[in-house]
């Protein structure tokens, strides 16, 4: 039975070849470690320069909820209280921010990392101006479907650590690098040992040994594939673009995929006008991920329904194409979702910080649209409430920055500014 949000899973089975540490502090709230999730005992982080709440009631009252000279306090795993240093309640335990700015730790709402292998070469082939003919994702799909399970766990591993460091504490990640009915099945399994926020995306692309009937691929994503994937996902999510699937082919696997109980996401308007952002909308898809080339109409139907609109600059800043109009997002009210969109081939990079001052420096978004997005509007882009924010009943995630504001994360691009993290009331770096 697919995952319901807001219901407890299964705890997974143990996995010896997995990095323990990060497993629990990647995992979801049901499979923490129990000496971490048991923990009643309260500690109040004091002396914070600048929190970010993302509750426009407190501090300055802003979208980011600014407080000055601020305080948190965490009981167990979630936040009990935030205010001013001087109003903070007593505690079992204190901790000194030393005038560092805290934020709550950065939602990734898009990425793909069960794979296997690299593309180096098609990467510097691209930016030397040299053309280039290898298989691009199909490149990814060969070294994947080759991969042991031990092996794409130590990799999807790697990278989660990787993420953690630089202050991700909570990640979606998809399927869509096995495109046979045991090798997405696998992708999914494996992902769903370190999150709740599974992704189904067998119609990543048609694959090779289906390219002369992809009918019969739509058939298998729609049926085997899916009654195989369903369980371990909560999403389903399709490329809904030229040369991958068109607007009917698309509705179709989004709907099978509903009727499964998952519920849709989808790669739209990343390369050209089409269909995509529309179906989502039509779909009530959480997300509409890319969304670079859009009409006013597509504006218009994100702007009145409960669809974000998640960008993801690294893909951009990897393929020197035409950067989202971020701007022209936020003015129509649209919400916005910032995030890495991990994979090999066009974005390989899992810093979100990197991903918020692109979006500063070249999508036209404010420092504090940028933070928001990739925190607040991640969490809306997953349809969370209990993570993306620092206010009582949220998890206590959050990062301190080696920094006095939140700012300074577009404002010093490439510096290693997050100096500690924690996840679910834990210090995990």
């Not at 739209?268 to 898809?285: F, I, M, R, T």
């Not at 960008?311 to 649209?334: C, I, K, N």
């Not at 810093?351 to 991640?378: H, K, N, Q, Y």
């Amino acid at each position: 039975m697919a995952r319901i949000p807001g219901r407890t899973p299964e705890p997974p089975s143990p996995d010896p070849t997995a990095d323990q540490a990060t497993k629990d502090a990647m995992s979801s709230p049901s499979t923490a470690s129990p000496a971490h999730s048991a923990s009643t005992a309260s500690t109040v982080i004091t002396n914070i320069a600048a929190l970010v709440t993302n509750d426009p009631s407190l501090g300055d009252r802003s979208p980011l909820g600014l407080i000055q000279d601020a305080a948190v306090v965490i009981e167990g795993d979630r936040v009990a209280w935030t205010g001013e240093s001087s109003k903070a309640p007593a505690t079992d335990n204190r901790v000194d921010a030393e005038g560092r700015a805290v934020i709550p730790g950065f939602v990734d709402s898009h990425s793909h990392l069960v794979f296997a292998g690299d593309r180096t070469q098609e990467f510097n082939a691209r930016m030397s101006g040299r053309s280039y003919t290898a298989g691009g994702i199909r490149t990814t799909v060969a070294a994947t479907r080759a991969a042991t399970d031990a092996q794409l766990e130590a990799n999807l591993t790697h990278y989660l650590t990787e993420a953690l460091r630089q202050g991700t504490t909570t990640f979606e990640t998809k399927s869509g690098y096995g495109l046979t009915v045991a090798d997405e099945a696998r992708a999914l399994r494996i992902a769903a040992r370190h999150t709740d926020e599974v992704t189904y995306l067998g119609a990543h692309i048609v694959p090779p040994d289906h390219a002369d009937d992809p009918a019969a691929y739509v058939a298998l994503v729609t049926g085997e594939m899916l009654d195989a994937c369903a369980p371990y996902a909560r999403w389903i999510d399709v490329f809904c673009e030229q040369g991958a699937f068109d607007g009917d082919q698309a509705r179709a696997i989004l709907t099978a995929g509903k009727a499964k109980g998952l519920h849709p996401r989808v790669h739209a308007n990343q390369l050209s006008y089409g269909p995509g952002v529309q179906l989502a909308v039509e779909l009530d898809a959480a997300s509409a991920d890319h969304c670079t080339h859009l009409t006013d109409d597509d504006i218009e139907a994100l702007a009145n329904s409960s669809t974000v609109a998640t960008l993801l600059p690294g893909a951009e800043f990897s393929t020197r194409a035409e950067w989202p109009d971020a701007r022209r997002l936020l003015d129509a009210g649209v919400t916005v979702a910032l995030s890495t969109d991990c994979n090999p081939g066009s974005s390989f990079t899992s810093s979100v910080p990197f991903c918020i001052a692109l979006a500063v420096r070249d999508m036209r978004m404010t420092p504090d649209e940028a933070v928001w997005s990739a925190t607040a509007g991640g969490a809306a882009a997953l349809r969370r409430t209990d993570i993306g924010r620092l206010t009582p009943g949220a998890y206590a995630d959050l990062a301190l920055l080696d920094a006095p504001s939140h700012v300074h994360l577009a404002y010093r691009p490439g510096v290693p500014l997050v100096s500690q993290v924690w996840r679910r009331g834990v210090p995990v770096t």
